[in-house]
């Protein structure tokens, strides 16, 4: 019996100058499950550096026959013919069927999501601690070093240098368009309380608002949360955490998401210990 690929509809522009396109996977020309090819890719990223997504793959009828593995594959090369360098695959934590076939397959844990639903009011900082927004006169400073960490993340990842820091750019641009004033984002330095003019300990970037649960619920984001290298190993990223879950909680926002990278247990372990659960994985891989 053969498994195949038939386009389900025309291919669609996205806005960000990619495109994507629905498929039913067919047995024998009868339609038995369907898949969605994606490709895009910040701006500045050549031709031949756009970024691959495999997403709504469901096998409708005689699953346990190699029919996803088939679509899967064959989704890839329709991504080879538009010039993608790289797949990636969002799979709910509750699809262990799909996570198996995507590490069959040579795909790898990038990151995975996590989120909290926020109850209880945190507790205050600890003694000692303070907190106080990044100013518009340290922003360009807070903001370059940023940038070229979350390049280094995302190369880690599997992007190329190229890729990563077309994205990083594309994201601060998007999300922090009027810098340090930007609506609905929480930009917040912690430090010792004395003396004034201490070093930062670390700092935080949320966006308060701007995404919704599937049920319609707002979804505060954790865009950024980091330690001064100094002062790693003393409890500061949690209390990080916690300034984010109050002012989620103070804007009427009961949850609170993020995204860790797979190679930074530390942080995973952090969040776990906080509540924080996973809702889905990115799984990706290169595409030769």
Request: glycine share 14%; aromatic share 4%; proline share 6%.
């Amino acid at each position: 019996m053969t498994t195949t690929l038939r386009p389900d509809g025309p291919e669609e522009a996205l806005p960000d100058g990619g495109r994507t396109r629905r498929y039913s996977v067919c047995a024998n020309g009868r339609p038995v499950g369907g898949v969605r090819v994606t490709a895009g890719g910040p701006a500045g990223v050549g031709r031949r550096g756009l970024q691959g997504g495999i997403a709504e793959l469901e096998i409708t009828e005689g699953r346990r026959r190699g029919r996803g593995t088939v679509a899967v594959l064959a989704a890839e090369e329709v991504l080879r013919g538009w010039d993608c360098t790289r797949v990636d695959a969002d799979i709910p934590e509750e699809c262990t069927a799909a996570l198996r076939l995507a590490l069959a397959l040579g795909y790898r844990e990038r990151s995975r999501t996590m989120v909290k639903h926020l109850v209880a009011e945190p507790p205050a900082l600890p003694a000692g601690l303070r907190a106080r927004p990044i100013g518009e006169a340290e922003f360009p400073g807070w903001a370059a070093a940023g940038e070229e960490r979350y390049i280094g993340e995302l190369v880690a990842s599997g992007l190329t240098e190229e890729q990563a820091r077309a994205k990083s750019a594309d994201d601060h641009r998007r999300l922090l368009p009027d810098g340090p004033h930007t609506r609905d984002t929480l930009l917040t330095r912690l430090l010792p309380e004395q003396p004034a003019d201490a070093e930062p300990l670390g700092d935080l970037w949320v966006q308060l608002r701007g995404r919704t649960l599937p049920g319609g619920e707002d979804l505060a984001w954790v865009l950024s949360v980091d330690v001064a290298e100094q002062a790693r190993g003393r409890g500061h990223g949690r209390a990080l955490m916690l300034l984010a879950e109050r002012a989620c909680l103070a804007e009427g926002v009961r949850h609170l998401g993020l995204n860790v990278f797979a190679d930074n247990p530390v942080a995973g372990g952090l969040y776990g210990s906080l509540g924080y659960r996973t809702t889905a994985r990115r799984l990706g891989k290169r595409l030769l």
